[in-house]
T-cell receptor, first 110, second 114 residues
Framework: NAGVTQTPKFQVLKTGQSMTLQCAQD?????MYWYRQDPGMGLRLIYY???????DKGEVPNGYNVSRLNKREFSLRLESAAPSQTSVYFC?????????FGEGSRLTVL | GENVEQHPSTLSVQEGDSAVIKCTYS??????FPWYKQELGKGSQLIID?????GEKKDQRIAVTLNKTAKHFSLHITETQPEDSAVYFC?????????????FGKGITLSVRP
């Protein structure tokens, strides 16, 4: 049982480049989330999707877009990367309030 | 919205000793309080949670206590072991009733010295 799978695990971008982080879950969960984790800041919610076809902004949505492609997949896109988006990104899905996290994607923007 | 703070930010204990991590929250209507553990290079995992209708919950060496009056809840780990070394996050719902939309604390790094 793979759980929540994120790709890529590591990525280096130049300022202004775009990229998409992919996330897939095989637990048949309705809700999915994208968080970013920065030193001394904890986990902050970027976007979430309560169900297939819906997305909503979290605490720090600026500079990001998301797509809930189907029930399994929820992608996060950076259209024009900035150094402030250097972070570790975590995708999660939920059942009954418990969040199940992927292993993270470390993104560096130069 | 909810504001969640953890104290201290780092904690070092001797193997076998107990560790206590405290978390405060701001919204008196919050009713769900989970603790997540993040091991190095991994995603966070739920280790224990408590709802506002109880004051304490235990699961083997781990317990969580809740003080609604003071708006704080604490994680207690007894007989600590090296594998308890990790970052621990407390959380509370950003919106009352939406228990999966959480505001997380900044995390505490627990080090267990062998």
């Amino acid at each position: 049982n793979a759980g929540v799978t994120q790709t890529p695990k590591f990525q280096v971008l130049k300022t202004g480049q775009s990229m998409t982080l992919q996330c897939a879950q095989d637990m048949n969960h309705n809700s999915m989330y994208w968080y970013r984790q920065d030193p001394g800041m904890g986990l902050r919610l970027i976007y979430y999707s309560a169900s297939e076809g819906t997305t909503d902004k979290g605490e720090v949505p600026n500079g990001y877009n998301v797509s809930r492609l189907n029930k399994r997949e929820f992608s996060l896109r950076l259209e024009s990367a900035a150094p402030s988006q250097t972070s570790v990104y975590f995708c999660a899905s939920t059942r009954g309030g418990e969040l199940f996290f992927g292993e993270g994607s470390r993104l560096t923007v130069l | 919205g909810e504001n969640v703070e953890q104290h201290p930010s780092t904690l070092s204990v001797q193997e076998g000793d107990s560790a206590v991590i405290k978390c405060t929250y701001s919204d008196s209507a919050s009713n769900y309080f989970p603790w997540y553990k993040q091991e190095l290079g991994k995603g966070s995992q739920l280790i224990i949670d408590i709802r506002s209708n109880v004051g304490e919950k235990k699961d083997q060496r781990i317990a969580v206590t809740l003080n609604k009056t003071a708006k704080h809840f604490s994680l207690h780990i007894t007989e600590t072991q090296p594998e308890d070394s990790a970052v621990y996050f407390c959380a509370a719902p950003r919106i009352t009733g939406a228990n999966s939309k959480l505001t997380f604390g900044k995390g505490i790094t627990l080090s267990v010295r062998p």
